[in-house]
C-alpha cells in the first residue's frame, strides 16, 4: 500500500512521462489516484503536467469536494468520479490527449479492429465515447456507457482515458492506447490490414484466464454491441472476420470487397490494393483490355 507521500510523487513522475511523449500540451490533462474509499488525490488545474511538484496536488473526496491542497482540482475532475463510481476495482485514473489516438477519436474511428494479439489480450477494444463539452457533466455520462467493460477510451474530439487497479497500470494502458493508434494508423498508411480471425480472437481471450490478465468484459460474441440493463455497454466489441478454414489472419475483407468490385474477373490476380492502387502483371492486363474491347462490340 502506498503512502500518500509516495502516491503524489507517482502522479508527479507519470505527469513527466506524459509531457514528455508529447501526450499533453500545455496544461492539458489530468490524473487521479485512490487514496483510500472516500479520498482521492488529484493533479491542480492549469498547471503543466510536465512540471508538477507533489505539493501541489489536491486531496477530493468522492464528490469531488476539496479537502487539502493549496490549488483547485481540474474541472476534467468529473469524469475520473464517475470512474470510481462505475469501476469498484478501478484505482487510478490518467486522461490525455495523445495525438495520435485522439486523431482516431476526431475520425470518429474506434480502436476495436483484432489486429494485435497483445492488445486484444489485454485492452480488448477501445471504443470512442460520444462527443460532450469538456468539463460539463455531459462528459462523465458520455464516458460511462463504455466504463464498465473497458480500460481504456476515446473521447470524441477530445481525448483519450484510461483506467488502471493502479497509476502506473492505468499510465501504461495510455501507452498502449497510443502505440496502437499509431500502428493501426501506419497499416492503414500502407493500404492493407490483415485482421485476427474470430476464432483466433477467442483464443486469445482465453489466454487471459491462463495469464490472469483482468479485463473489466468479454469479447463480443461477434461485432454486435451488448447492453446492460443500465443501459451501460456490456462487452467488448471487436472487428474479426470469422475464418471457418482455421485460418488465424484473415486478408481485409473491406479490402478485398473493393478489389473484386474493381475487378470484376474471378481469375483476375491482385497484386497490391492500396489507397486504391491496383497492380497487374503485363499479361493479366492485356487480358483485361482484350476483355473490354470484346465487350465493345
Ligand atoms: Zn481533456
Known amino acids: 500500500m502506498r503512502t500518500e507521500a509516495q502516491i503524489k510523487a507517482d502522479i508527479v ?8 511523449r508529447g501526450y499533453v500540451a500545455s496544461n492539458d490533462g489530468n490524473i487521479s489516484v485512490r487514496l483510500d474509499d472516500s479520498r482521492l488525490i488529484t493533479t491542480p488545474k492549469s498547471v503543466s503536467k510536465g512540471f508538477m511538484t507533489p505539493d501541489m496536488m489536491v486531496v477530493t473526496d468522492l464528490n469531488g469536494k476539496k479537502l487539502s491542497g493549496d490549488r483547485d482540482p481540474s474541472s476534467e475532475l468529473k469524469m475520473h468520479l464517475q470512474v470510481y463510481r462505475d469501476r469498484p476495482d478501478a484505482r487510478a ?3 490525455a490527449h495523445p495525438p495520435t489516438a485522439t486523431g482516431f477519436a476526431v475520425a470518429g474511428i474506434p480502436l476495436d479492429r483484432a489486429v494485435l494479439a497483445e492488445v486484444v489480450t489485454t485492452l480488448g477494444s477501445i471504443p470512442i465515447a460520444e462527443y460532450a463539452t469538456p468539463s460539463t457533466d455531459e462528459l462523465p455520462i458520455a464516458c460511462s456507457k463504455y466504463l464498465k467493460a473497458h480500460d481504456g477510451l476515446l473521447l470524441a474530439n477530445h481525448g483519450a482515458l484510461a483506467i488502471g487497479p493502479d ?3 492505468a499510465y501504461h494502458r495510455m501507452e498502449t492506447i497510443e502505440h496502437f493508434a499509431k500502428i493501426s494508423l501506419v497499416t492503414r498508411q ?4 490483415n485482421l485476427l ?5 477467442v483464443r486469445l481471450q482465453g489466454l487471459r484466464g491462463m495469464y490472469g ?9 461477434d461485432d454486435t454491441i451488448v447492453m446492460d440493463a443500465d443501459g451501460q455497454v456490456a462487452c467488448q466489441v471487436v472487428q474479426a472476420p470469422d475464418a471457418p478454414t482455421g485460418a488465424r489472419l484473415v486478408a481485409d475483407l473491406h479490402q478485398r470487397s473493393r478489389v473484386g468490385a474493381v475487378m470484376g474477373g474471378a481469375d483476375a490476380r491482385v497484386l497490391h ?5 491496383i497492380r497487374l502483371t503485363y499479361r493479366e492486363l492485356t487480358a483485361l483490355i482484350e476483355d473490354a474491347v470484346r465487350n465493345l462490340k
Do not use: K, M, N
Open 273 to 277: 490494393d492500396g489507397d486504391g492502387e
Open 93 to 95: 485514473v490518467v486522461h
Open 167 to 169: 497509476l502506473f497500470t
Open 213 to 221: 490478465i483482468a479485463s473489466p468484459a468479454p469479447v463480443c460474441t
Open 197 to 201: 480471425s474470430r476464432q483466433e480472437v
Open 13 to 20: 513522475e507519470v505527469g513527466r512521462r506524459l509531457w514528455e
Open 190 to 193: 500502407l493500404g492493407r490490414e
